[in-house]
């Protein structure tokens, strides 16, 4: 394992490509949207930098930086020859088929196919290709350079020396893997989205202020953020997404996505990255 293509520069795909080139990989990073990569790229180094500050990478930034390559056309990634491809694109199921079904077309048949889906199926993900036996799921956690966990799934037509292989490259880039079956949201988001999901219902219901909401779990579960924060990190659309999922895949009422989630939504209030969620942020990322 030499060569790592990371599929979409948002910020899971720049969190990926950060620590897959701090492993020492050789690194492509594409995203066709323009201006995408260029961003992650400054991401990455104000990252690093603080990283660097703290004396948790041995190597200068720049010389973490210097093994990023971007890309902005499709046609052009196979000129990387990777060895892995790890896909964190939008969780949208068309979308995310249809770029499987280009990658498989596009890529040398010896690439794996890693998606950092949180819940869209990689049995179905891998029928999208004419190598199933290449595709699974590895799931990083946000933010990515931070946390320790990569969820790794086969799906049913995965090889056996493919999951090893992958999760010997998780644990090269210093995480921590666990095996989860290819199950709606699988483990961390199938505990989580229903956390978050109950604290909106608290919210629509007014039991207590979202502050409120959060300090509560934060000091009373010693959790480092309260699940409102977390939603606005994460992404109320990526969280409403998720519930939907679980929702109509495991078709149990438990799951139903909170009508105030599904609101803030329909407002373009997706969190951190809109600037305005459950909290107004500011463009710096500090809570208003
Ligand atoms: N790169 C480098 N350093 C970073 C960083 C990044 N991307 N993000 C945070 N840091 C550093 C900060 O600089 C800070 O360093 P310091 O202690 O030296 O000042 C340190 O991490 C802690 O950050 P903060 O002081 O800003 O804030 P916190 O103490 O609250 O820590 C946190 C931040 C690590 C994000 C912590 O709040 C946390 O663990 N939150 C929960 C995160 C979580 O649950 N993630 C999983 C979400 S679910 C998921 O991703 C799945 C998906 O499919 C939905």
Redesign the pocket.
Known sequence: MEKILVVGAGQMGA?IAQVSAQAGFSVGLFDAFPGAAERAMEGMKK?LA??AE?GQIQEKPEAVIARVRVFTKMDEVASLDPDLMIEAITENVEIKLKLYADLDRVLPAKTILASNT?SIPITQIGAATKRPDKVVGM?F???V???KLVEVIPGLATDPGVLATVLKTAERMGKTTIVAKDRPAFV??RI?MPLINEAFFALGEGLASAEDIDTGVRLGLNH??GPLT?AD??GLD?CLA?LEVLHKQLGEDKYRPAPVLRQYVQAGWYGKKAGRGVYVWEAGGQKK
Do not use: C, E, Q
């Open positions: 969190g990252s603080k990283l703290k949180s799931h956690m946000n933010p350079p931070i946390m961390v988001n989580l480092p953020m977390l990190f994460v990526t998720i």
